[in-house]
């Protein structure tokens, strides 16, 4: 039962967790392609500190656990990791968002380690055009990270795709038949203005309306009831128990049921992806004048003020909107 309600009676019970802010790959609408002002090392939270932080708020009711970045998988000890939130006391269910490039190695300890759920990120099935997006030439990395992953036994197997004016605009069906055929589940997430001031614009948005009358020329889509804190609308296709997601970040905001909280990778927690203010948890767990109790108690603290100053909703469409400053990748997506 958790303990942190916020003032509009949304109970946190997922924590995003970004493991750090550097990655493989450079999509377009996450960071701006010039981005190089990664964190220095020192700044990011060691495994004990983070393992201490997520202890504390599974003890104030966090249930599930979602590893991202940047890329979770460039984190030399990934696999300690998730280990080790395995064995804390009450273990909060626990997944991953990966870009996938590196899962061909990883999926299997991963897995033995106690990993259950996986989303892997893919735009486009097609190599020039996965270049033009990410500036790296490793769609075949992607492929190969799912034929393990599903090798490892993730299931159910789940593909995040954003959609981009004059990209892969067009590629909503075929991206639906390969994950149909693939025995994949299929997410399309709107492009939300988080790439630090770079390439976002309102008029060029692939909408969630857009994506699901595009889809309906070819699909029978029937919405599937019971949405829960769920993003994604979910919808079957053609009656059988297949489903495809839609997540309308801006165009059909779910912040209502909104029950995250957000850790960054230099450890800042966040009651938004869009919140202009962080607590900062890393000076805490660093402070020489305190004790491991007296950490925990101002950590679990932090937590409970982050989450009492949440904000209805994440005010894109208010007029005024101020994207943060930091790009996704480093906030942690
Ligand atoms: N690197 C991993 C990956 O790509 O899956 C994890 C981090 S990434 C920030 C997590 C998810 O956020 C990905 O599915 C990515 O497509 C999505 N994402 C990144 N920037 C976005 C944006 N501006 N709007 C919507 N989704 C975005
Ligand atoms: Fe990296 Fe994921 Fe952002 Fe792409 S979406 S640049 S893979 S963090």
Not at 128 to 145: H, M, P, Q, S
Not at 306 to 315: F, S
Request: hydrophobic share 40%.
């Amino acid at each position: 039962m958790t303990k942190l309600i916020d003032s509009f009676g949304r109970g946190h019970r997922d924590l995003r967790v970004s493991l750090t802010d550097r990655c493989s790959l450079r999509c377009t609408y996450c960071m701006p392609h010039d981005f190089a002002a990664w964190l220095p090392n020192e700044s990011l939270l060691t495994t004990d500190e983070l393992i201490t932080i997520i202890e504390v708020a599974v003890s104030q009711g966090i249930e599930e656990v979602r590893l991202t970045g940047g890329e979770p998988l460039l984190r030399p000890d990934i696999v300690e990791i998730v280990g080790r939130i395995n064995s804390i006391t009450n273990a909060p269910k626990l997944s991953m968002t990966t870009n996938g490039l590196a899962l061909a190695k990883l999926a299997k300890p991963l897995v033995d380690a106690g990993l259950e759920r996986i989303n892997i990120s893919l735009d486009t099935l097609d190599r020039e055009r996965f270049k033009k997006l990410t500036y790296r030439d490793r769609i075949n990395d992607v492929f190969a990270g799912i034929a393990a992953a599903r090798e490892a036994g993730l299931a159910p197997l789940k593909i995040n795709s954003v959609l981009l004016k004059d990209v892969n605009e067009d590629e909503s069906i075929a991206l639906l038949e390969w994950a149909l055929a693939e025995g994949l589940q299929l997410r399309f997430i709107e492009q939300m203005p988080l790439d630090a001031g770079g390439i976002w614009s309102r008029k060029d948005l692939i909408t969630a309306d857009q994506i699901f009358a595009d889809l309906s020329e070819r699909y029978t889509l029937t919405p599937v009831d019971d949405r829960g804190s769920s993003p994604a609308e979910e919808f079957y296709i053609n009656g059988t128990k297949d489903v495809v997601g839609i997540i309308g970040s801006v165009s059909r905001p779910f912040c209502g049921a909104c029950d995250r909280v957000r850790l960054t990778s230099d450890g800042q927690i966040r009651n938004c992806l869009f919140s202009m203010g962080e607590t900062d948890l890393r000076g805490t767990l660093r402070n020489p004048d305190l004790n491991d109790e007296q950490k925990r108690e101002a950590i679990s603290r932090a937590f409970h003020q982050t989450v009492a100053e949440k904000l209805p909703g994440h005010g894109i469409n208010d007029p005024g909107f101020i994207q943060p400053v930091r790009p996704m990748s480093a906030i942690g997506g």
